[in-house]
T-cell receptor
Framework: GQNIDQPTEMTATEGAIVQINCTYQ??????LFWYQQHAGEAPTFLSY????GLEEKGRFSSFLSRSKGYSYLLLKELQMKDSASYLC?????????FGKGTRLSVIA | AAGVIQSPRHLIKEKRETATLKCYPI?????VYWYQQGPGQDPQFLIS???????DKGSIPDRFSAQQFSDYHSELNMSSLELGDSALYFC?????????????FGPGTRLTVT
């Protein structure tokens, strides 16, 4: 089975940088996903990491260390619209197992 | 670009009633996943279909059943509804050969059981 842990809530200031951590334990690793979810809306795909290292995509970057069972999502130049839940997920077969999500509040 | 379509978007039912949720995947996507997300919870995988056959089964109650049709749309049938079934139900689809990577989620159906 999969065990995923991420902080419940975080608060950051508009224009700042925030790092959301995720640790996981899996019976077999097949990549790690980050999704963004605004309240009452569908999760939207942000990133997929299967190899160690940093993947940058605009203001968002995702890092993976397979040996440490650790990933983080880095959000730069925070905007108010980035206030959302950020879900770390790993596949169990092909279905995704999600963490509880980190609710990020961006304040002025 | 076409996205995953779910209907209805909102549904209100009473206890012990039945409900049917529909999902239309992105064109040419062959795999459909159903997830249930309770209030303040993370999405929980229910069931998935690949090429019209059940491929994986998660925490789907026996009261629920699902199928994928020849046009790849899927339906989730829910019977003997309970208050605890109130949740957002998401359908996601993925493309052939993707191995489930980049699952695209529909907007969800909000089911309220009273």
């Amino acid at each position: 089975g999969q065990n995923i842990d991420q902080p419940t809530e975080m608060t950051a200031t508009e224009g700042a940088i925030v790092q959301i951590n995720c640790t996981y334990q899996t019976s077999g690793f097949n990549g790690l996903f980050w999704y963004q979810q605004h309240a009452g809306e569908a999760p939207t795909f942000l990133s997929y990491n299967v190899l160690d290292g940093l993947e940058e995509k605009g203001r968002f970057s995702s890092f993976l260390s397979r040996s440490k069972g650790y990933s983080y999502l880095l959000l730069k130049e925070l905007q108010m619209k980035d206030s959302a839940s950020y879900l770390c997920a790993v596949p169990e077969g092909t279905p995704l197992v999600f963490g509880k999500g980190t609710r990020l509040s961006v304040i002025a | 670009a076409a996205g995953v379509i779910q209907s209805p978007r909102h549904l209100i039912k009473e206890k012990r009633e039945t409900a049917t949720l529909k999902c239309y995947p992105i064109p040419r996507h062959d795999t459909v996943y159903w997830y249930q997300q309770g209030p303040g919870q993370d999405p929980q995988f229910l069931i998935s279909f690949y090429e019209k056959m059940q491929s994986d089964k998660g925490s789907i109650p026996d009261r629920f059943s699902a199928q994928q049709f020849s046009d790849y749309h899927s339906e989730l049938n829910m019977s003997s509804l309970e208050l605890g079934d109130s949740a957002l139900y998401f359908c996601a689809s993925s493309a052939p050969g993707s191995g489930g990577r980049e699952q695209y989620f529909g907007p969800g159906t909000r089911l309220t059981v009273t």
